[in-house]
């Protein structure tokens, strides 16, 4: 009886053996070669569009068009690019973007990087004049603090978006304009730089426009590199500065709306476009002290509570220019804030 049991578990085990190596012969024969089927393959062809990009940019830069044109041939159109801007964790009612990003664990992640990188921070916040928390905040609602840069081939996003992206396909052809300069400016290959599906790069997430413009050499080695923690602290310190952020002032203010009717308000956009005293007067009222001469626009967040109503000063205004998004800039404000207070309680600041 034994010797029988002994004999069926070793024909189990051997079946098991040959099943397993079943598996893999049919994953080998069938599954890879659909898998590979379905990646997107260099293309065969530039089409008219490329062509025509390829020749502005020999005239206009001086790029070899026949290397050029090499380079395009091997970007690939990525399908779930296209997807991914037509849904934007953006577009979230703001309790739900809220959580993705005002988390312990990142409060906890920011307060680590922030005390890592004090001497630099404090540096950034004294040569620009920007708290050191909005600097810590931005990274960490872009990348978690450097953790997710990434890992999509720029020049596969920025092709794909600037041809097969109608929607916004002049503004990505700029992007792909400027990284191409920037490129060739840094000395990074063309095709091997890697960032977020709509071809942002680095730890603060610049797009190539905003990298050329904007970007500092912050440790002073000759490069502005944005993979780089401090390159990375000042430029988005010098951001901020460039779009006019205001030392000292308020970023939102509470407000009770009462009944006043709000539809003209909240459609007025979001650049500051009257006065404290004036949203005063329509019945507006803030919950905080505010000087009455500041410009401020009314906007509304979704809570689990229902509507919440903010008026947004010069300062907010500002953030929105890093991601024109009322819950970007909500997200960036409310880390900040919570960063500092922490910082405070453990008596690290004042």
């Excluded at 690019?81 to 906890?108: N, S, V, Y």
């Excluded at 990348?143 to 503004?171: K, M, N, Q, W």
């Excluded at 977020?196 to 500092?216: D, E, L, N």
Aim: glycine content about 6%.
């Amino acid at each position: 009886m034994r010797s029988l049991l002994r004999h069926m578990r070793d024909r189990s085990g051997v079946e098991k053996i040959c099943s397993r190596l079943a598996f893999a012969f049919w994953l080998l024969l069938v599954a890879l070669p659909l898998a590979m089927a379905a990646a997107p393959a260099p293309r065969a062809e530039l089409e008219p569009e490329i062509r025509a990009f390829v020749q502005e940019m020999a005239e206009r830069h001086g790029f070899d068009r026949a290397a050029l044109e090499k380079t395009f041939r091997e970007t690939r159109r990525l399908d779930s690019i296209i997807r991914a801007m037509d849904a934007p964790a953006t577009a979230l009612p703001w309790h739900e973007f809220r959580l993705r990003h005002i988390t312990d664990a990142r409060i906890k992640a920011g307060l680590q990087f922030w005390a890592e990188n004090q001497a630099l921070l404090e540096k950034a916040a004294a040569e620009f004049r920007l708290p050191a928390e909005m600097v810590v905040a931005t990274i960490g609602v872009e990348t978690i603090f450097g953790r997710r840069t990434g890992t999509i081939r720029v020049l596969d996003a920025l092709t794909t978006l600037a041809f097969s992206y109608p929607r916004r396909a002049e503004f990505f052809r700029g992007e792909l304009e400027q990284y191409l300069l920037l490129s060739r400016e840094n000395g990074i290959g063309v095709s091997s730089l890697k960032g977020s599906f709509a071809g942002a790069i680095g730890i603060p997430q610049f797009m190539p426009s905003s990298y050329r413009k904007y970007a500092v050499d912050f440790d002073g080695d000759g490069v502005r590199d944005l993979r780089r923690i401090a390159d990375a602290v000042g430029s988005v310190a010098n951001y901020y500065r460039q779009f006019g952020w205001r030392e000292g002032e308020a970023v939102i203010l509470p407000v009770d709306v009462g009944d006043t009717v709000l539809d003209a308000l909240l459609a007025a956009g979001i650049a500051p476009h009257t006065t404290v005293a004036e949203f005063r007067r329509r019945g507006i009222v803030p919950l905080e002290p505010a000087q009455d001469d500041a410009l401020a626009t009314l906007f509304m967040v979704q809570s689990e509570a229902g509507p919440r109503y903010w008026l947004g000063l010069n300062n907010f205004y500002v953030i929105t220019r890093y991601n024109r998004s009322i819950n970007y800039a909500m997200a960036v404000h409310e880390l900040a804030v919570s960063l500092r207070r922490q910082r405070q309680a453990t008596g690290v600041l004042p």
